[in-house]
Every structure is written in structure tokens, then in C-alpha cells.
């Protein structure tokens, strides 16, 4: 049954990462520019990516793991609207559900951030099969490792050794939103676009 949408009242369904909850404040000032007699409300929720942090994504599947539960609170009547990085959605919506609209373009680039003192890494830290193929063609002798967490949690990770991995890939979108342009131990090195082609989306 189609619901109607009180436009008094609009409960947004948003994961709890610090980037998840950035991006979701982000939308709803622009939708309050637009509505400014509506109250915004959050539905901070946990989804199956965010909790299975011992999983590899590629091994299980990515698909839906960090936009099921959002999903079924606005299947549900629970959410009105959810907020999602372009590059985790499904390729396709589930009946009932469309994509409304788009933040204004952000930088679509990922950088290399290196632990200070690596000139070149020999092992990198991603899930990410579009980042590993590319990183093999830009450096010779290359491994891979999975890593999980925030954006936060990643960088530390990196900087104190937690991982056997001397680099990671980060979305220069996520890291200027956050405010992050520097981390103690880390160097950030943009990638252009001859080197790494962004996501989709």
C-alpha cells in the first residue's frame, strides 16, 4: 500500500559512522532550505556490514550489506527517506523504493595515504576490488589485505601498525567531509584520475 508522506514530520534512516551521520546532517540542510516548516528526525541504525566487521565484503557479498535495513524501515513506514554513499548501493532499487536525489557533486577521487617514511608500499590495506586492480598496475610487487572500520578507525590502524599493510585508499569526498586533511603518521597522496578511475556513482 502506497504511503503518504507527512511532510510535517520526515524521519531519515542513516547508519551511525561519523561519515554516514555527516553526509545525513548535509541532506537535511539542503531539504530544510526547501521545507522550512518540516522537522527532520534521524533513525541512527546499524546494518549487517556495519556489524560483521570480521567478514570480507568481496567473500560474502556487498550487495545490499550496508543498505538492507535502512530499506526495510522505509519499506516499513519506520523511515521516510534514507541517506546512502552513491557507491554502496545495489544496482538495483527494490520495488517501492527510488533514488530521489544527489548531494552536489564532491571530489570523485580516492587518495593513497601512506604511513610516514613508506616511499612505496609493498602491502595495501582494501576491500576494494576496483582499487586493487588498479594499484597493480601503478605498483610493482603489490599485496593486499582487507581492512574494516571507519574512516578514523582506518587511519589509525595505518599510522600505529595494526595492520600489516603500509597504505589504504580513502575517498577524498569522505576525508573532506569529515574535516580530515592531515593524520599524525600519515601522508596523503592524491590519486589523479589517469590512476585510479573513481567509483560509479
Same mark, same amino acid.
Given at each position: ?10 524521519? #531519515? ?7 554516514? !551521520? ?26 549487517? *556490514?556495519?556489524?560483521? @566487521?570480521?567478514?570480507? @565484503?568481496?567473500?560474502?557479498? *556487498? ?25 554502496? !548501493? ?18 570523485? !577521487? ?7 617514511? #613508506?616511499?612505496?608500499? +609493498?602491502?595495501?590495506?582494501?576491500? +576494494? ?21 571507519? #574512516? ?17 585508499? !580513502?575517498?577524498?569526498? *569522505? ?9 599524525? *603518521? ?6 589523479? @584520475? ?8
Amino acid at each position: 500500500m502506497q504511503q503518504t508522506l507527512d511532510h510535517s514530520h520526515i524521519r #531519515v534512516a542513516t547508519r551511525k559512522s561519523p561519515l554516514a !551521520l555527516k553526509q545525513t546532517e548535509m541532506a537535511i540542510a539542503y531539504l530544510s532550505d526547501s521545507m522550512p516548516s518540516a522537522e527532520f528526525e534521524e533513525l541512527r541504525m546499524s546494518t549487517s *556490514g556495519d556489524q560483521r @566487521l570480521a567478514w570480507s @565484503l568481496e567473500v560474502k557479498g *556487498g550487495k545490499g550489506l550496508f543498505t538492507k535495513e535502512l530499506e526495510l524501515a522505509m519499506l516499513e513506514g519506520r523511515a521516510d527517506l534514507a541517506i546512502h554513499s552513491a557507491k554502496d !548501493l545495489p544496482t538495483e532499487n527494490p520495488e517501492g523504493l527510488v533514488l530521489a536525489g544527489f548531494l552536489p557533486r564532491a571530489d570523485p !577521487l580516492d587518495v593513497l595515504v601512506v604511513r610516514e617514511g #613508506v616511499e612505496t608500499p +609493498s602491502r595495501i590495506a582494501t576491500g +576494494s576490488p576496483r582499487r586493487r586492480h588498479q594499484a597493480q598496475r601503478i605498483f610493482k610487487n603489490i599485496s593486499f589485505t582487507e581492512i574494516r572500520g571507519s #574512516v578514523e578507525t582506518r587511519l589509525r590502524k595505518i599510522a600505529e601498525g595494526e595492520t600489516e599493510a603500509e597504505a589504504t585508499f !580513502l575517498a577524498a569526498a *569522505g576525508l573532506a567531509r569529515l574535516g580530515i586533511d592531515s593524520f599524525p *603518521g600519515l601522508v596523503f597522496r592524491p590519486m589523479t @584520475l589517469a590512476q585510479m578511475v573513481p567509483a560509479a556513482g
